[in-house]
């Protein structure tokens, strides 16, 4: 099923049922309160190399745009790229 025609709870319910490498590595998908620049930089870097490959990618970043989580990094994207997609969204 394409995950836009899926409800957000379709979407959480797949989301969860799926093997994803965030699930055994939450640490590099979440900072830390006393992250500096360079540590986000690679925690993020690592991340993406993870997002790639992951086959929730599609509805994870459905998900996020959906949802617009505050935190966080989805389907390759920080939180904050996540909200720019969509407010590039409202404005195309
Ligand atoms: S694409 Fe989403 S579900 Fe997959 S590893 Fe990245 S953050 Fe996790």
């Not at 099923?1 to 049922?17: F, I, K, S, Y």
Request: proline share 5%; net charge negative.
């Amino acid at each position: 099923m394409d995950p836009r025609e899926m409800t957000n709870r379709q979407l959480g319910d797949v989301l969860l049922a799926t093997t994803r490498p965030c699930a055994s590595s939450p640490e590099l998908f979440f900072a830390t309160d006393d992250e500096t620049e360079s540590a986000r930089r690679m925690r993020e870097q690592a991340a993406s190399v993870l997002c790639a490959e992951c086959p929730a990618r599609r509805l994870c970043f459905e998900y996020a745009t959906r949802t617009e989580p505050e935190h966080g990094f989805w389907a390759g994207c920080t939180a904050e790229e996540i909200r720019m997609f969509n407010q590039l969204g409202e404005v195309a």
